[in-house]
């Protein structure tokens, strides 16, 4: 209100004051207050003495708006209210239950940082544990989507398969089966990465990557099973970089450090025993190393990312240059067959020297002396030693010879297609050519391959790092994965294009001075290629060493495996030292299997169950279409989440069927173990909401422990009111509840029905069928429960109590404004409505209660536009956030935008509550306008002292029910009157120097008449009553009071008054709780119609019922006066527990 008013007795001249501000109180309880000539003289007194009136004040307030500020005696005097906690006056109708309920403006910067969130994020942070109870402060994160993301993938994704194997699996394979096993891996690990960022964006994911990832969805049963399964791939993986790093550094750069030589053919082995010792003391460093110091190795991140990218490079850059300047690497053929390069010095049988012919080395190969007359082999006789490039080339053509595949057993020689070659026995004769290490075909190459492809985790496993880690996790994560995929499908075409097909199929490079395949193509210099992939390898094993030991530790402090919860403690600074040793005995493992095409397959089988059940995880999430799942990644689909389910379990068969049944057995052992040791866990998994639409199983399964904050969505019950004739009276509920629910989760309608079961039994059934018949009408899916009851509140409380079955048991409460509770005879409808409030707080059950519910849309009706308003005035749990997201899935309310208003006191700082609001809501998922209301600590207006003085009165007069009719129309009517003349007097005294003033003081006089008629037409049933039974009233009326309201019209107004407060309370002996409580809900209703009068619904925090019961009928007056002037209303009343959080 602009204008203001004030309070000063009667008798007592203003001019007394001075030109200081001043407060005295003196022995007689007078108290002083003065500013220039703005002041004002207030005081208490006892009636006798005076009676305050109002007088307006001009006096700015004091947070420099320049609206005129109240002052009031009553409530501005800190005696009266020094004892109690709460002092504010705005947000008194909240008061008694802000321990358990705190003020929104307190409370979101708390939100907004993921803090304080009472329930859904403890088993996030990990505050039940020890350890985390005195974490340190960490710097906000800042890591944008590039640094933290793509470049991390990039580095994990493009590894050693690319370097060591990739051209061997293009020359195997041929290029068109080589680009089928990309595109099917890459297609896998797409389909995988767009679940991923479904689930990683729907909400705040903490590190922990795809572990965390599945075991909030899944449950900790699949958590467990697949985070050890992700944890021993990593292992692998470890293992595999280390065999890589080892091979590179003994084939291409040191061979003579070799400690076993082989001969005779017993090279592989001898180079597996070479990779065994020197990969044990590899593995023994680098697990030092990350002991000792793990930031270096996170430092060194970067330089092994840039050997990566630089080798890459290279291989471009030599593809380009090969097309104009092809590079000289000559190879050696006998017939067709491929010859190893350390065996010969000159690809002939026979030189020239000195005029005379001279046999070479590679004759004393095939022959038993170097004399051209020497006994030979039959097939080096036959055929001619042809010397041809092992890179021709861009332009060559050679792509259409490597088009198809080249398949073959172990020790099948390297040979060149549609070169001539006549067959001859090979006697002993196989040493010198170049020949298969181990059988091949298409399904193992599909399991050496996929390795390559894995490392897209790593964006999500840093999400703790990302400044916005929603929109850099799928941004980044997905573009490395384009980036990789074209690499590698366009590195397909371009081996194949450039480099010759033995030399593809040659695996170590022995018909090329055994340099690396790939390393020759590039450029300037294959030991770019040989160093970048030398770096890259090693850091790709640190990484692993230290990602792995703390994915272990996240699982054994999770407690769900209970014989790992050793692992999950280390040093002092948290490093896993116990995980770090188990991970170095079982990279061991790898180690000893010493063959890197050997222990490839294995880790694909554990990350490819990884990745199955992130897709599994996405599909059920999103089939169950639970409340918390917005995900702010929208590209996504259950298909495309089962398509890469289905891909991965086809792949892990079609790489090794054996190892996918071992894996899956491990899966399934661990899940076992979970399931009746460990399970302890409730984390809001998918499998949990699938158990609320299953049988018996799901039941009993669901009633262990109450659902958690992801899966809870409001499960109701709908209390009907029946007519005479047992029909529905407000069908309105019944269509709100179907928009709400939309066919989800658990409805109960419920009815009340009064007498004995046995005399009503038939009214019961009819009732029951006119109650299906509704819900079928306005296409209402849920159950009917109607009740014969002794009375309605039994009935009522019955029903709250003991609805449901199991874990199919409601948690809110739906009923319907009693909207003629001023206007009934007998005061058990509102009664039993306040007992309703209460027993469901008690019961920790949710409260909507719709106001105006016949006028709530009908299932057919559309909006098109408009919104709808959620006034958050108290945290309780989050209720008001959720219900306006579920009504937008429904197409009444699906073009509705929403808009979220919060109230700000005066030592709260307005805008950085928005900020934190938007930040809130963005962690959230949801979409809304937010605004910040200021509500300043403003004095109690002479409005809310007449509306609180005509409540209580009213109050006197229902509890005084033996006054006849007259007299009562006469009490109030005196009240009536006596508002018009304090309000008349206050307009004489005052003197009114505008307009405005005047239009106060006719709304003033229209709104006491609006009491009056009010009052009249509320109590005429109850007068009527009275009157028919004349022979009960006891006349309460001395004869004094008689006397006195005889000659009220006859004595001068100021007499007049005082005796009427003889009669009623005076203002200073009103309750002040309800004073302050109609001061909340008359401000509150000013704001709350002033911003949201348009909206199609309005949802606001509805006050709890006072303590005491004597002021029950003063709740409703307070909710009436609360939520008038609007036209839908959605009162919301929290059941004490968290129904909404940020993470996922």
Not at 233 to 246: C, D, H, K, N, Q
Not at 487 to 516: H, Q, W
Not at 691 to 699: F, G, I, K, P, T
Request: overall charge neutral.
């Amino acid at each position: 209100m602009s204008e203001r008013f004030v309070v000063i007795p009667v008798g007592r001249p203003a001019a007394e004051t001075n030109n200081k501000v001043t407060t005295d109180t003196s022995p007689g309880g007078q108290r002083w207050a003065g500013n220039g000539n703005n002041s004002v003289t207030v005081a208490q007194e006892t009636p006798e003495t005076s009676v305050p009136i109002l007088e307006y004040s001009r006096e700015p307030n004091k947070y420099g708006d320049g609206n005129p500020k109240e002052s009031i005696p009553f409530i501005n005097n800190s005696d009266l209210d020094g004892g109690n906690l709460y002092d504010g006056k705005n947000m008194a109708l909240f008061e008694e239950e802000m321990d358990s309920n705190p003020m929104v403006s307190s409370l979101l910067n708390k939100l907004a940082n993921y803090t304080n969130l009472t329930q859904g994020v403890v088993e996030h942070e990990e505050a039940e544990n020890d350890e985390g109870a005195k974490k340190k402060k960490v710097k906000s994160p800042q890591m944008g989507t590039f640094i933290g993301v793509y470049l991390p993938c990039l580095q994990n994704i493009l590894g050693v398969i690319l370097f060591l194997r990739f051209t061997w699996i293009v020359g195997t394979a041929g290029i068109l089966e080589s680009f089928a096993i990309v595109f099917m891996c890459c297609s896998c690990t797409m389909l995988t990465a767009i679940s991923m960022s479904a689930i990683a964006t729907n909400g705040v994911v903490p590190a922990g990557g795809s572990y965390y990832m599945i075991s909030r969805s899944l449950g900790p049963e699949f958590g467990g099973a697949v985070g050890l399964c992700f944890y021993l791939g990593t292992t692998f993986a470890g293992s595999m970089y280390i065999l890589g790093t080892i091979e590179i550094l003994l084939t291409y750069i040191v061979p003579n450090a070799a400690i076993f030589k082989g001969e005779n053919g017993g090279e592989t082995e001898a180079m597996l025993n070479n990779m065994r010792v020197y990969g044990t003391c590899c593995i023994i460093l680098m697990a030092l190393v990350v002991y000792v110091g793990v930031k270096y190795v996170n430092k060194l991140a970067l330089v092994f990312l840039a050997c990566v990218v630089l080798s890459i490079f290279a291989i471009y850059a030599g593809v380009i240059k090969s097309a104009f300047d092809p590079p000289d690497f000559p190879i050696c053929l006998l017939g067709n067959r491929t010859l190893l390069s350390r065996n010969y010095d000159v690809c002939a049988k026979i030189v020239i020297e000195a005029n005379e012919t001279v046999t070479t080395k590679l004759w004393s190969l095939f022959c038993d002396s170097p004399f051209l007359n020497a006994s030979c082999n039959e097939y080096f006789e036959m055929n001619n030693v042809t010397e041809i490039q092992g890179i021709p080339g861009l332009a060559s053509g050679v792509i259409t010879d490597n088009l198809w595949s080249d398949y073959g057993l172990q020790g099948m020689l390297v040979e060149k297609k549609g070169q001539p070659s006549i067959s001859a026995p090979d006697s002993k004769f196989t040493s010198p050519y170049v020949s298969n290490d181990i059988a091949t075909f298409f399904t193992l190459l599909v399991g050496i391959y996929f390795p390559s492809v894995t490392g897209i985790m790593a964006g999500s496993n840093r999400s703790g790092d990302l400044k916005d880690a929603q929109k850099s996790i799928p941004v980044g994560t997905i573009m490395a994965i384009a980036t990789t995929s074209f690499i590698y499908m366009s590195c397909v075409v371009l081996f194949g294009a450039c480099i010759e097909g033995v030399v593809l199929r040659d695996k170590f490079g022995e018909a090329v001075s055994g340099n690396l395949v790939i390393g020759i193509l590039s450029w300037p210099s294959p030991w770019v290629i040989v160093i970048g992939s030398l770096f890259s390898t090693c850091g790709a094993g640190l990484q692993s060493l230290t990602g792995a030991p703390r994915l272990l530790q996240a699982i054994a402090r999770d407690g769900i495996v209970p014989f790992l919860q050793v692992f999950g403690h280390g040093k002092a600074n948290g490093e896993p030292t116990w995980a770090l040793l188990l991970t170095a005995g079982i990279c061991e493992i790898g180690i000893l299997i010493a063959s890197l095409d050997s222990v490839a397959p294995i880790l694909s089988m554990f990350f490819l169950m990884c990745y199955m059940f992130v897709n599994l995880a996405c599909a059920v999430q999103t089939l169950l279409c639970t409340p918390n799942w917005r995900p702010r990644f929208k590209f996504y689909h259950w298909t495309l989440s089962f398509l890469g389910m289905s891909l991965c379990l086809a792949l892990m068969f079609i790489c090794s069927w054996y190892y996918a049944l071992v894996a899956m057995l491990i899966a399934g052992c661990i899940y076992k173990y979970i399931e009746y040791r460990g399970a302890e866990k409730e984390w809001g998994d998918g499998i949990r909401g699938l158990s609320l639409n299953a049988a018996r199983y799901a039941l009993i399964r669901l009633e262990e422990a109450p659902p958690h904050t992801k899966n809870w969505r409001p499960q109701l019950m709908v209390l009907l009111n029946l007519d005479s004739e047992q029909n529905v009276k407000h069908a309105g509920l019944l269509s709100f509840t179907t928009q709400l629910k939309a066919g989800k989760g658990l409805t109960i309608v419920g009815s009340v029905i009064e007498g004995t079961y046995m005399a009503k039994r038939p009214e019961a059934k009819q009732s029951e069928q006119n109650v299906k018949s509704a819900m079928a009408a306005e296409k209402t899916k849920g159950f009917c429960h109607v009740v014969v009851s002794s009375n309605l509140r039994d009935g009522v409380s019955h029903l709250i109590q003991s609805a449901g079955l199991g874990g199919m048991k409601h948690n809110t409460v739906l009923m319907a404004w009693p909207n003629l509770w001023k206007e009934q005879e007998d005061p058990i409808s509102w009664r039993n409505f306040i007992e309703t409030v209460r027993e469901t707080t008690a019961a920790h059950q949710a409260l909507l209660v719709a106001k105006n519910i016949d006028s709530f849309p009908s299932n057919q009706e559309r909006f098109s536009n408009g919104t709808i308003d959620v006034w958050w005035i108290v945290h309780d749990g989050g209720l008001l956030m959720l219900l306006p997201f579920l009504l937008q899935q429904h197409k009444v309310w699906r073009k509705c935008k929403m808009r979220i208003f919060t109230v700000a006191q005066l030592d709260d700082n307005s805008i950085q509550m928005k900020k934190d609001l938007q930040m809130f809501l963005y962690h959230l998922r949801l979409n809304a306008e937010v605004e910040v209301v200021e509500m300043h600590e403003s004095d109690i207006s002479a409005f809310t002292y007449e509306k609180t003085l005509v409540m209580e009165q009213r109050s006197q007069m229902l509890k005084q029910m033996q006054l006849s009719r007259t007299e009562r129309e006469r009490e109030i009517q005196s009240i009536t009157d006596w508002s018009r003349s304090s309000i008349r007097r206050k307009n004489h005294s005052i003197q009114p120097s505008d307009g405005q003033d005047e239009t106060v003081i006719q709304l003033a006089d229209k709104e006491a008449q609006l009491i009056h008629d009010r009052n009249t037409a509320s109590h005429a049933a109850i007068s009527e009553k009275v009157d028919a039974v004349p022979d009960r009233v006891h006349m309460t009326w001395t004869k004094e009071k008689y006397i006195a309201e005889r000659n009220r019209n006859r004595e001068p107004a100021g007499m007049g008054v005082k005796d009427l407060f003889n009669m009623k309370p005076e203002w200073e002996s009103l309750n002040q709780s309800n004073v302050r409580r109609m001061h909340t809900a008359v401000k509150l209703n000013e704001v709350v119609v002033n911003k949201s009068q348009d909206a199609h619904l309005v949802l606001l925090n509805m006050p709890g019922p006072p303590k005491n019961k004597c002021g029950d009928e003063n709740y409703m007056e307070f909710l009436e006066v609360l939520t008038e002037g609007l036209n839908r209303v959605l009162l919301v009343r929290g059941g004490g527990r968290e129904v909404i959080t940020i993470y996922s």
